[in-house]
């Protein structure tokens, strides 16, 4: 019997094998036939969307493939409003062209059915016709399912086709009302419930507020890596791939990015996306830091040096976790 493949998180390195595994059958489907009429430019048009997004869930969200690359699966953190992609009516227009509209309208559609309480959304599931796909297909789904859990929110899909379907009600997602995508494609909306396994059976735990950031494990049994100043704050919210990128190996290698509270509230005060700043501070691997009342004198020294109270925060915050800080400004 052949062993699947171990799941792992994907870094922004993998975004081109995301791309595919989506891409094809995507493009195969009857509503990316009618996204894209043109079939010799159908599968570059859908890539080029789906990389917008891909690398947004990166940024506001987690994605899972198989060692092996022979699955994926996307999801967005939708503890609020998740901004659009930087620069995405642009990027948007680009890559789609004359079937704009048609984008745009797709989008107003899902939008329109997906849920507003806040949940982790399964933005893209795809699986490569493979040996053993449907084994492949479920350790990715378990397994993804669970890390998402891990922040007691419901996890939401779409799923598009009748073996979609099945796929997650056995994974303990429960259907709700169909509606018809613009192509004519019936379109099933599935919910589920940290630590549902089957339709009915609901988890006894209470649903964290999404104020609340997820915590799996006490800080002291993870070590803080990094620690964001006010500029990486500021720049995360603007869209930053870098500082996605930074915080996002920080998660992939069971680690913490701090963020002084501080700095939080300076990046605030200069007009960062308030949205954007929640969705930084519920990452799951985000910590929120204050300064320690009894390292007073170590802060007021640093205060005196940089004459910025957020600068001085951060400083102390690297040197107390023995780790760098991450810059817009090295």
């Not at 796909?133 to 789904?141: G, H, K, P, V, W």
Request: charge should be neutral.
């Amino acid at each position: 019997m052949s062993n699947t493949p171990p799941v792992c998180r994907a870094r922004w390195g993998d975004i081109p094998e995301i791309v595919d595994l989506v891409a094809g059958p995507f493009a195969e489907s009857a509503v990316g036939a009618w996204l894209v009429p043109e079939g010799h430019r159908r599968r570059d048009v859908l890539a080029a969307v789906i990389r917008v997004w891909a690398e947004h869930a990166l940024l506001f969200g987690e994605a899972y493939l198989l060692k092996d690359h022979s699955a994926a699966a996307v999801w967005l953190h939708r503890y609020g409003p998740v901004p659009p992609p930087n620069d995405y009516g642009e990027r948007l227009a680009v890559a789609c062209g004359d079937y704009l509209d048609r984008f745009l309208h797709l989008d107003d559609v899902l939008r329109a059915h997906r849920p507003v309480d806040p949940h982790n959304h399964l933005a893209f599931f795809s699986v490569a016709p493979v040996p053993h796909r449907n084994r492949r297909a479920a350790t990715l789904l378990a397994t993804s399912n669970a890390r998402m859990g891990q922040g007691l929110l419901p996890t939401y899909a779409e799923a598009t086709t009748t073996a979609e379907r099945d796929l997650y009600a056995r994974h303990g997602y429960v259907p709700h009302e169909p509606f018809s995508l613009p192509d004519g494609t019936i379109a099933y909306p599935m919910w589920r419930y940290p630590g549902q396994r089957r339709p009915g059976h609901h988890s006894s735990t209470r649903t964290r507020r999404p104020d609340q950031p997820a915590r799996t494990h006490p800080l002291n049994d993870l070590s803080i890596r990094i620690i964001l100043d006010t500029s990486a704050i500021i720049a995360f919210a603007k869209g930053s791939i870098a500082v996605g990128e930074a915080i996002a190996a920080v998660a992939d290698e069971g680690g913490l990015f701090g963020l002084p509270v501080m700095c939080l509230a300076e990046a605030s005060r200069s007009g960062a996306d308030p949205i954007r700043l929640d969705l930084l501070v519920n990452h799951p691997a985000a910590a929120v830091l204050t300064v320690d009342p009894l390292k007073w004198r170590a802060f007021a020294v640093i205060c005196r040096r940089t004459g910025q109270l957020d600068t001085a925060s951060a400083l102390l915050a690297a040197a107390d976790h023995d780790c760098a800080v991450l810059s817009e400004h090295p």
